[in-house]
């Protein structure tokens, strides 16, 4: 084989690898999940935009009301089912990240961690650091916000 010959081969590869690549990129696009901050934001915490999210992708497939039985009763549809744990303390203590076991369950190692969320892409960082601070700063969650499964969404 001509070295001109290989050199096409070989470029053609490329191509083909490249081309493949950005089909697999535009597919997963189209789940539309939504992109995740690189920074905390400056500024009060946002909870639809910013923590409505994040505990739907990572919460609200096992803690929504079909499945809240089976995976420990606690239902994250709204702020009011959130805070009604029946006989566990409250599992988001307004003003305090620390006591507050939405967030110390994911610091946790055991059971629930490594169900936790199901993909590898644990919370921690960026997202962990707007958690906690939308909890130190009261844990608001209009009541009109209503978290759903994520298959239910259809855009962010
Ligand atoms: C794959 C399913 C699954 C996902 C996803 C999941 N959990 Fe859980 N969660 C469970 C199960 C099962 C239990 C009960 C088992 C146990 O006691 O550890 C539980 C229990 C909990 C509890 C303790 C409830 C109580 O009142 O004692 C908290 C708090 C909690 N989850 C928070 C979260 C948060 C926050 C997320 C998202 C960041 C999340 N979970 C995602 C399955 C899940």
Same mark, same amino acid.
């Given at each position: 084989?001509?070295?001109?010959?290989?050199?096409? $081969?070989?470029?053609?590869?490329?191509?083909?690898?490249v081309?493949?690549?950005i089909? $697999?990129?535009?597919q997963?696009?189209?789940? /539309? +999940?939504p992109t995740?901050?690189?920074?905390?934001?400056?500024? @009060?915490?946002d909870? @639809? @935009? /910013?923590?409505?999210p994040? #505990?739907?992708?990572?919460? #609200?497939?096992c803690?929504?009301? %079909?499945?809240?039985?089976a /995976?420990?009763?606690l239902? #994250?549809?709204?702020?009011e089912?959130?805070?009604?744990?029946?006989? /566990?303390p409250?599992?988001?203590?307004?003003?305090?990240?620390?006591?507050?076991? #939405?967030?110390t369950?994911?610091?946790? %190692?055991?059971?629930?961690?490594?169900a936790? =969320? =199901?993909?590898?892409d644990? $919370?921690?960082?960026?997202?962990? %650091?707007?958690l906690?601070?939308?909890?130190?700063?009261?844990?608001?969650?209009?009541?009109?916000v209503? +978290?759903?499964?994520?298959?239910?969404? @259809? %855009?962010?």
């Amino acid at each position: 084989m001509n070295t001109m010959l290989r050199r096409s $081969i070989t470029l053609i590869a490329v191509l083909a690898i490249v081309a493949v690549f950005i089909v $697999i990129q535009t597919q997963t696009g189209e789940d /539309n +999940l939504p992109t995740w901050p690189t920074s905390v934001p400056a500024g @009060k915490i946002d909870f @639809k @935009k /910013n923590v409505r999210p994040l #505990l739907i992708i990572n919460c #609200l497939e096992c803690h929504n009301s %079909e499945d809240a039985p089976a /995976n420990g009763n606690l239902n #994250l549809e709204t702020r009011e089912l959130a805070m009604n744990t029946g006989n /566990n303390p409250p599992i988001l203590v307004p003003g305090k990240p620390d006591e507050s076991r #939405l967030i110390t369950v994911l610091t946790l %190692e055991g059971i629930h961690q490594q169900a936790m =969320p =199901p993909t590898p892409d644990k $919370i921690w960082g960026v997202r962990m %650091e707007i958690l906690r601070r939308w909890i130190e700063e009261g844990a608001d969650w209009p009541a009109s916000v209503r +978290l759903v499964h994520p298959r239910e969404i @259809k %855009e962010w």
